[in-house]
């Protein structure tokens, strides 16, 4: 197809799907659900994915349409909302006796699936080119595929039959379908685990921009996945549940479209500084007010000890933060951290130095290492010419 033809598809599979999960937000309001339930019940996770995939797939398709991770998120996305929609109007159609309870209780019961082997194993495989690492992918790249199809297909068989109120009611626990998701919602996770192993290949085989794609993706599914992690803790699980796509699709997104890649590192140096600083600090806090509470009150909180282990954790904050900073840089960031050091040393030389074509060449050699050029030259300005004389 012509250029324009691939992005009206594109475009048209975004909309579709975006609408279908934005439709599942009015079913539920229609079905007493409030968006607080609809979070806490792991609805939303669904809509928000089908949302975030849909938008990301079409402008990935429209601008690259040979690179099949635009395609697959675009299927991907068709699906999830297609599952949220129908989930949302089957309960709905039963309740108000209206029609395609048969065709949405079905749907309902397989589209989930392939949906979510989509996103958690051929987006990490494929990211960023949509080719494989190597050759030797190809039989993951197959398995994957039989993974993503096979229990769909198993389950749409089943459930075909027994498609009515009572698969409504039953949903994923319907004999028919619930042993089927059990087992290829388990393979699909541990693929998933083989498809992040191939991402780990891939960055160390990687350089320049394709490494800075690979930092920005493996970024956000950093923050991500450990978000989704508690998402059957009461209250606060599903929430930090609902903040993990966007961060894994914002990431994905700026690697794609290669919007300032190198800045990167320096979110990556912060985050690792504060990170840490943080941790530092919080247990400093505890260990002081737990112990010397302990010595100090009997136990007891005492409003003193507690303003004294502030005062101590904001003194120490500073120094804490430059001794972090130099380990984070000299483990992760060596050429940073050499070229800090070597300008350091070059000042404290620079004050003791008089000797002109000394310090010239000494100049030149610190520029050379930290710097690096091509070619460095030093002008000096004539002694007795004024700053503003004209040659």
Do not use: C
Request: proline residues 6%; positive net charge.
């Amino acid at each position: 197809m012509g250029r324009v033809r691939t992005t009206w598809l594109a475009w048209a599979m975004g909309v579709l799907s975006a609408g279908l999960a934005a439709g599942a937000v009015v079913l539920a309001g229609r079905n007493g659900e409030s968006l607080a339930e609809l979070v806490f019940n792991h609805h939303a996770i669904g809509i928000v994915t089908a949302i975030g995939l849909s938008v990301l797939g079409a402008l990935i398709a429209g601008r690259q349409p040979r690179n099949p991770i635009g395609w697959l998120m675009s299927v991907a996305a068709l699906l999830l909302g297609v599952f949220s929609f129908t989930q949302q109007y089957a309960p709905l159609a039963v309740a108000r006796d209206l029609p395609g309870v048969g065709l949405a209780s079905w749907l309902a019961a397989w589209t989930n699936l392939p949906g979510i082997a989509i996103t958690i194993t051929f987006l990490f495989l494929l990211f960023p080119d949509g080719r494989l690492p190597s050759r030797r992918w190809r039989p993951v790249a197959w398995l994957m595929a039989a993974a993503t199809v096979v229990p769909a297909a198993v389950m749409a068989v089943r459930a075909w039959p027994v498609r009515g109120p009572a698969l409504v009611a039953q949903s994923f626990d319907h004999p028919a379908v619930g042993d089927a998701f059990g087992i290829g919602f388990a393979v699909v996770l541990a693929l998933s685990v083989v498809a992040l192993a191939g991402l780990v290949v891939r960055f160390r085989r990687s350089t320049g921009t394709e490494r800075q794609q690979i930092k920005w993706f493996a970024y956000g599914a950093m923050i991500g996945i450990p978000l989704g992690l508690p998402a059957e803790v009461p209250f606060w699980g599903p929430i930090l549940e609902l903040v993990q796509p966007p961060l894994m699709f914002a990431g994905l997104g700026i690697g794609m479209f290669r919007y300032r890649l190198y800045d990167i590192d320096r979110l990556l140096n912060r985050t690792l500084v504060y990170g840490l600083l943080t941790v530092s600090l919080a247990a400093t806090y505890a260990a002081g007010v737990l112990l010397l509470g302990g010595r100090v009150s009997g136990g007891r909180t005492s409003s003193l000890v507690v303003a004294g282990v502030t005062l101590a954790v904001a003194a120490i904050f500073q120094p804490l933060r430059r001794g972090i900073q130099r380990a984070v840089d000299r483990r992760f960031n060596r050429r940073a951290y050499d070229a800090a050091a070597t300008i350091e040393a070059f000042a404290v030389r620079l004050r003791q130095q008089v000797d002109a074509d000394a310090l010239t060449a000494e100049l030149l050699a610190v520029v050379d290492h930290t710097i690096q050029p091509t070619q460095a030259s030093l002008w000096l300005r004539p002694a007795g010419r004024s700053a503003d004389a004209h040659p």
